[in-house]
């Protein structure tokens, strides 16, 4: 399969929201007060990564009904 500029941008997204995920828990668990926007990057790319999932579930359906 030929990756593309798109699939590497998805695997940078997905570990970067894991990585956010994880500076915002281990901030929470050790007692600090997470940044407000930190909440919201880590939406904001796991939004992006559902959108993309899903996308690609409808268009692989599509594919094998079309």
């Known amino acids: ?6 699939d590497l941008m998805r ?3 997905a570990i970067t929201g894991v990585l956010l995920a994880v500076w915002f828990l ?3 668990y050790m007692g600090g007060k997470p940044s407000e926007l930190l909440p919201m990057l880590v ?5 992006f ?3 993309l999932c899903i996308q690609d579930v409808v268009l692989k359906r ?3 009904h079309g």
Request: charged share 25%.
């Open 62 to 64: 599509q594919r094998r």
């Open 49 to 51: 990564e559902l959108f």
């Open 11 to 13: 695997v940078w997204a």
């Open 26 to 28: 281990g901030e929470s």
């Open 43 to 47: 939406a904001g790319i796991g939004g």
């Open 1 to 6: 399969m030929k990756r593309t500029t798109f």
